[in-house]
Every structure is written in C-alpha cells, then in structure tokens.
C-alpha cells in the first residue's frame, strides 16, 4: 500500500505568489515525522522542513511551512512568495516509529515538480 | 562543515557489467543510508549502516547489489551484474543517529546501463 501520496505531478505558480503542495499518508503508528525535500536539477535533496506527530504547531521554515491535519493524514508544504530558484521537484517523505519497526529509513512519495512563471 | 560527497557523479556501462559507487558521508555520522532513484519517483532506501553494521538491507537485490561500511566511515555499494533496470541515481546520505530529524544527501551518481 502506498505510504505516501503526492497527486499533483506538476504545479505551475506566478512569481510571489503562494503555492501549495499537497502530501497525505498512511501509518498505524502513532509516532512519526513527516518531511519535505526540494530537488532541483542539480540532483541534490535539500531538507526543507519536518514536522513530527506530536508537535502542536505546524510546522514553519522562512518561506516554508507545513500544513499539518493529523485527522486527514495530510502534511502539504505551502511556499509563500514564490521566486524563479523554487523551480524543482519536491518530495514529501515519512519515517515510521521504532514501534513499525523503523530504524530511521524515509519513505518518499513520487513528488511534484513545481515551475515557478516570471 | 564538508558535506556528503558521493563519486563518481556520472556512469555509463553496459549491461552485465560491473560497476561500484562511493560515498563519504559527513564527519562523525554514524548512520549511512543507500537510496535508488529511478527516473519520476521518489528515492526508495536499499540499505542502512550504523556505523559499521547493516541495519536494513531488506530491500537490497542480495543476488546483483552488496555494500560495505568496513570502517565505519566510507561505503561502497557495488552492481554486479547490472541489469537494464538499474539505471537510476543513486543518493548517499547520513545522519548523526538513526533517529535524527535531517538526513543529509550527497548529490547522487546518476547510473545508465545500456
């Protein structure tokens, strides 16, 4: 079963505008994190953001936050003002708790690519 | 702080060829991880060092892949033979402790078999 799910396989965004980039998953256990990586075409996965299960607060990062719904499963990434260098894929990812028997390996979903329009 | 260094960053070999790929991951970064990216999905983990143990390799192709942490430090992940379908960008990546929030990435070794 699929763990984590990215539907948008593209998004186009206006320069300074705002984006959001949707992310849900699936886990039994109760403790979890929840990541976001930017690949640019470089090839080089740049962390971006994490939020864990039982923070209280969504997440935020400069430009980046983290809209964090437990009850709907969803974890999107919204990037506020967009610029022309958020142009890449983006990955959303989950590491599973020590009770799934995880020892810290992320599950990455099939990503979104994000073009940013001048 | 020098970050994840992988070499070489390019590849091309036919297929039944041999092939091996390095990684130097972060100093004092116990815990080293192997991931494949085919082309259009995300990075699926292949195998998972602590120090110099495996920690997860269950989803490594025992009979064509192995990979070796022997000091604790450097690893290398070798294809023998590659398979068509091994074409893909291989990321390197470590973390402080298995359960650290960041694990940091390499920038890859995209691989092509003919």
């Known amino acids: 079963a699929q763990k984590i799910t990215q539907t948008q396989p593209g998004m186009f965004v206006q320069e300074k505008e705002a984006v959001t980039l949707d992310c849900t998953y699936d886990t039994s256990d109760p403790s979890y994190g929840l990541f976001w990586y930017k690949q640019p075409s470089s090839g080089e996965m740049i962390f971006l953001i994490y939020?864990?299960?039982?923070?209280?607060q969504n997440a935020t990062e400069g430009r980046y936050s983290l809209n964090f719904q437990k009850a709907r499963k969803s974890a999107n990434l919204v990037i506020s003002a967009s610029q022309l260098g958020d142009s890449a894929m983006y990955f959303c990812?989950?590491?599973?708790?020590?009770?799934?028997?995880?020892?810290?390996?992320?599950?990455f979903g099939q990503g979104t690519t994000l073009q940013v329009k001048p | 702080e020098a970050g994840v260094a992988q070499s070489p960053r390019y590849k091309i070999i036919e297929k039944r060829q041999s092939v091996a790929f390095w990684c130097n991951p972060i100093?004092?970064?116990?815990?080293l991880y192997w991931y494949q990216q085919i082309l259009g999905q995300g990075p699926k983990l292949l195998i998972q060092?602590?120090?110099?143990?495996?920690?997860?390799d269950s989803q490594l192709p025992k009979d064509r892949f192995s990979a070796e942490r022997l000091k604790g430090v450097d690893s290398t992940l070798k294809i023998q033979p590659a398979k068509l379908e091994d074409s893909a960008v291989y990321l390197c990546?470590?973390?402080?402790?298995?359960?650290?929030?960041?694990?940091?990435f390499g920038p890859g070794t995209r691989l092509t078999v003919l």
């Open positions: 060092f602590q120090n110099n143990g495996v920690v997860d």
């Open positions: 939020q864990g299960s039982y923070d209280q």
């Open positions: 990546a470590s973390s402080s402790q298995a359960g650290e929030n960041e694990q940091f």
């Open positions: 990812a989950m590491r599973e708790g020590p009770r799934s028997g995880n020892t810290g390996k992320l599950i």
């Open positions: 100093s004092g970064h116990a815990t």
